[in-house]
């Protein structure tokens, strides 16, 4: 299994962005999706995670009503889109998927079995 983050950047306080993250390896849509961050001297967070359907999401407190998670299951992605930045939304964001598949929506880290290697996200002035 190979996921692919792409789309990090560094963007002003206000601005929005949209990260990407490609999957191969593995029945795509049979499994649920994740975003995870880490900044700087901070334990891995979970972000946001998606259903194998789409239908089901989870966003955890810190950006609800900010970020919307997304996936297109032809093109094997999934897509997490960030408005509102703030400074505290710095740090490399991860993309995570399941060992097996499913119809349940994960939420903590645990639940997940395969990671990307990341795409850096900087929200500064």
């Known amino acids: 299994v190979q996921l692919v983050e792409s789309g990090g950047g560094s963007v002003q306080p206000g601005g929005s962005l949209k990260v990407s993250c490609t999957a191969s390896g593995l029945r795509f849509d049979e499994h649920a999706m994740g975003w995870f961050r880490q900044s700087s001297g901070n334990e891995r967070e979970g972000v946001s995670s998606?259903?194998?359907?789409?239908?089901?999401?989870y966003y955890a407190d810190s950006v609800k009503g900010r970020f919307t998670i997304s996936r297109d299951n032809a093109k094997n992605t999934v897509y997490l889109e960030m408005n509102s930045l703030k400074p505290e939304d710095t740090g490399m964001y991860y993309c995570?998927?399941?060992?097996?598949?499913?119809?349940?929506?994960?939420?903590?880290?645990?639940?997940?079995?395969?990671w990307g290697q990341g795409t850096r996200v900087t929200v500064s002035s």
């Open positions: 998606i259903s194998y359907t789409g239908d089901s999401v």
């Open positions: 995570a998927t399941v060992f097996e598949g499913g119809a349940y929506l994960p939420t903590t880290e645990a639940d997940f079995g395969y």
